[in-house]
């Protein structure tokens, strides 16, 4: 326990933060210019520290696979970003924040991290404002807000449906300032493909330019990981189709423990897998089910007519609908935390009411909303006994301003008219829980080593809240790290410049020229994807929404062969000396094959369901999740021993001082 105990904050919760800062090491402003940082991923965790270290006065290195910041996956979060201002005065508080946090994540995240989250939280209200952040705004020109699931209040801060892309063009150009002033090098279209450690600490990595496929040193003091999670390890998810574990991966192999990586969030509010062809599925904003009903038909015979293209879905009255979270949650209906949307869907769906050709689909229809927002600006504007058409013509410019960009996405990939016809929807996988074991400095178990953002593990437990992302990753990068990280480095201020010619780093290089070597050397038969869709089949069927132990130890053999296979039969095209996409794949493929074998092991060994890790043996009459708090309450941080059958459990025991562990009910 003692690695887990060595930095725990002291005092009551509400001090525990200010308390901290107050007791740890500070580097003074003369002695940063002198001390280097690398930030791996320039997303909004990666690109909100990089612009706020660089601020400060260190010098600071970014890496990117992409060819710009703009393009990290932050840009595709839609819905908005929690924060407890009360702007709405409805009741929120930071304690609020905190205890719906703590709740949401089934009661599997530390009471300390998730209140400096809360508390926290206002001033990156704030901090973006000051960018220009172009916030959805109410007539009284106050910021708005909008409610979001497993809440009873409305603290999301959104623009539009777009609010990922504004705010990492926020901190894009606070880096950018940076970047002119010299403080920030930017290392674009480059991948860290291993750390470098140096008497055990973080001191440089390998990085590999993705245009000439040279392989580069490069030193700092600490190396900060902001590489985001790792949802792509079922092939088909809502990430973007370069969203990888590897730098996450690449540090765990050299001693940071990684974190309940069996906490994966399926996100309920996804356009429906259409076929085969399909190589990434596209996200719709949980933001929609503020105003969108969830329903399936009531009649298995409506829901085969509709499946068959016999019937449609408008033609369906009130009393032929089952809208199902309204019936089974009365008190958060729609607005039910994602597991709970998710797995609700399932089951309809696998007890016959899933409504498009796959059965794997449930509605999520405006029609409601368009007629109550027609008929509130009808009497807005004094309008004397409008038709319908004039009301749901009202109520449509209404749904449009809010959700605009949204329907058009979806119409532009489905070819359905969402404003005439209701959306379908299926879950997806979407952001992982789990990622690197950080400490309350989120310093990983490599000291001069920190992870940030989707990257670590720290905030959410077993289930992610709607909103709580964004709100993450700008606190990890604009108003946690860069405090705690000092305490770190102030042990640097006199090491000097890390040279790069030392053995750690020849040793670390050719290791990964090695490993490069051996999958264009391997001349096998079979692609990269064909690996990777495999894979993903056995995550999803077996370690997805649902998992039970026979499933799990199938999946566990299923992997490890698997490895085995495209170790031995996979092709990749080309040298490693030059811009080759499938290698950089490979290696990616390499990597969830190690990670997807450990996230079976974790979810076997968690005989417990909590947030999104639902194991079928441990569930109450109701279908709902039975945790197992006598046995469970801790965090499972693995160690890498050499392949991950043989991973070590290390267990940080979660204890609550402030709030009562109880079922978490939605009812």
Known sequence: MGIFESNAPKGPLAEKWVNHKNDINLVNPANKRNIDVIVVGTGLAGGSAAATLAELGYNVKTFCYQDSPRRAHSIAAQGGINAAKNYQGDGDSVYRLFYDTIKGGDYRSRESNVYRLAEVSGNII?????????????????????SFGGVLVSRTFYAKGQTGQQLLLGAYSAMNRQINRGKIQTFNRHEMLDVVKINGKARGIIARDLVTGKLERHSAHAVVIASGGYGNVFFLSTNAMGSNVTASWK??????????????????????????????????????????????????????????????????????????????????????????????????????FGVNKTGEAVYLDFSSAIMRYGKEEATTRKLDNPSDNDIKKLGKEVVEAKYGNLFQMYEKIVDQNPYETPMM????????????????????????????????????GANRLGASALMQGLADGY?????????????????????????EFEAAENEVRAQLEKLINTKGTKSVDHFHKILGKIMWNKVGMAR?????????????????????????PGTANEMNAELE????????????????KDALHREESCGGHFREEHQTEEGEALRDDENFMYVAAWE????????????????YEDIEVKTRSYK
Not at 560 to 571: G, N, P, S, T
């Open 126 to 146: 704030d901090q973006c404002v000051a960018q220009g952040v172009p916030f959805a705004r109410e007539y009284g020109g106050l910021l708005d807000n909008r």
């Open 251 to 352: 540090i765990h192999k050299k001693g940071a423990y990684f974190a309940n990586p069996c906490f994966t969030q399926i996100h309920p509010t996804c356009i429906p897998v259409s076929g085969d062809h399909q190589s990434k599925l596209t996200l719709m904003s949980e933001s929609l089910r503020n105003d969108g009903r969830i329903w399936v038909p009531k009649k298995k015979e409506d829901a085969e007519a509709i499946r068959a293209g016999k019937k449609k879905p408008t033609e369906l009255s009130e009393e032929e609908r089952d809208y199902y979270l309204e019936r089974r949650y009365p008190a958060f209906g729609n607005l039910v935390p994602r597991d709970v949307a998710s797995r609700a869907a399932k089951e309809r769906c696998d007890a016959g």
């Open 425 to 460: 929807i299926y879950p997806a996988v979407h952001y992982t829980m789990g990622g690197v074991w950080v400490d309350y400095n989120l310093q990983t178990t490599i000291p001069g080593c920190f992870a940030i953002g989707e990257a670590n593990f720290s905030d959410h």
């Open 479 to 503: 108003f946690v790290l860069p405090y705690t990280i000092g305490n770190t480095l102030s042990e640097d201020i006199r090491t000097g410049a890390i040279p790069t010619d030392t053995p």
């Open 548 to 572: 039970n132990a026979t499933g799990l130890k199938e999946a566990i053999s299923e992997i490890q062969a698997l490895r085995e296979e495209f170790w031995k039969d996979v092709r990749v």
């Open 585 to 600: 794949k490979a290696g990616r493929v390499a990597d969830f094959l190690e990670l997807g074998e450990l996230f079976a």
């Open 640 to 655: 890498y021993t050499g392949k991950p059958a043989d991973a070590i459990l290390h267990k940080e025991e979660l204890d």
